[in-house]
């Protein structure tokens, strides 16, 4: 078993000049393959609204759907970093709301870190608290899902002076405050460097060019699972969608043709049985049939 991934590992890899690799994972046995592959760290998204549950934004996940998701994602890894997203309204009213929520994801999920969006007052006031309190916490810049109404859509953030300036500032915010990490989604390249460059924390882009120091996707989204629609920044590495519905078109047809199962996908008694229980029922025996159901 490989040793266990930390936030001093993502520092260790920043100086080295290492990319980090990150990843989604909503289940068990995706982590377990996410694990296997020696993925750096594992974001249970709020992403799995969409994704999972098949809601039209991230907004309509809740905390327990969130902790319960986390869970079954722990018990698969044994090496990755686990980290959590805070959903939509568990950490926006106050900084008792954050910490309940937070330690939720630390304390029943067993999750090593929570991710939140944006660099407000009360933001960067969580961020503190989680951190003095042994809880790292993984920052979220750019296009930020969870504000999707307020940024008028999916729209790539950043693209102004104006606005880069303010990326980079929240992101200096968002290390002084102790985040450990930033996620820089939908963040024009060049920007995404100079961010990368100023932070000592190490940057992971979605959407944000390579100059990031790590980067992540949407696992569906990777391997063509999840087909609703593809961002322009998705690369694709496999077509599941396909061949998982083919494999179901061709079990089906076995099954209407009884081609499945087998006989060696079946269980037979033995001759000696199969008399003797053709005897207890009162049925003519025939050596060369059996009774099945």
């Known amino acids: 078993m490989s040793k266990a991934i930390s936030t001093l590992t993502f520092q260790k890899y920043k100086r ?10 909503y289940d068990y046995s995706t982590a377990k393959i996410l694990d296997k592959a020696g993925v750096d760290l594992i974001l249970v998204g709020d992403s799995l609204a969409m994704v999972a549950l098949g809601h039209q934004t991230t907004h309509a996940v809740t905390m327990d759907e969130m902790v319960h998701h986390t869970r079954a994602v722990t018990r698969g890894v044994q090496s990755a970093f686990v980290v959590a997203d805070l959903p939509f309204m568990s950490y926006q009213v106050d900084v008792i709301q954050a910490i309940t929520n937070a330690g939720r994801f630390v304390k029943e999920a ?64 968002l290390e002084d405050a102790g985040c450990f990490s930033v996620v820089l989604e939908m963040v024009p390249a060049a920007v995404a460097v100079m961010i990368s460059e100023k932070l000592k924390i190490p940057t992971v882009g979605i959407g944000a060019g390579a100059g990031c120091d790590g980067q992540i996707l949407v696992t569906d989204d990777l391997l063509g699972k999840y087909t609703d629609f593809q961002p322009r920044f998705v690369r694709r590495y496999a077509n599941l969608s396909e061949v998982c519905q083919n494999a179901i078109e061709n079990y089906a047809n076995d099954v209407r043709t009884a081609a499945f199962p087998n006989a060696g996908e079946s269980f037979a008694l033995s001759e000696d049985e199969n008399t003797r229980l053709h005897e207890l029922l009162g049925l003519p025996h025939d050596s060369h049939s059996e009774i099945s159901c």
Do not use: Y
């Open 16 to 25: 080295e000049g290492r990319k980090i690799v990150c990843l989604t994972a």
């Open 110 to 173: 067993q999750a090593h870190a929570v991710k939140l969006e944006g660099a407000t007052k009360l933001n960067l006031e969580v961020v503190e608290r989680l951190v003095s309190m042994g809880i790292p916490v993984m920052g979220h810049l750019g296009f930020t899902p969870q504000s999707i109404h307020a940024l008028g859509g999916n729209r790539v953030q950043g693209r102004s002076a104006e606005e880069a300036v303010r990326l980079i500032h929240d992101a200096q915010a």
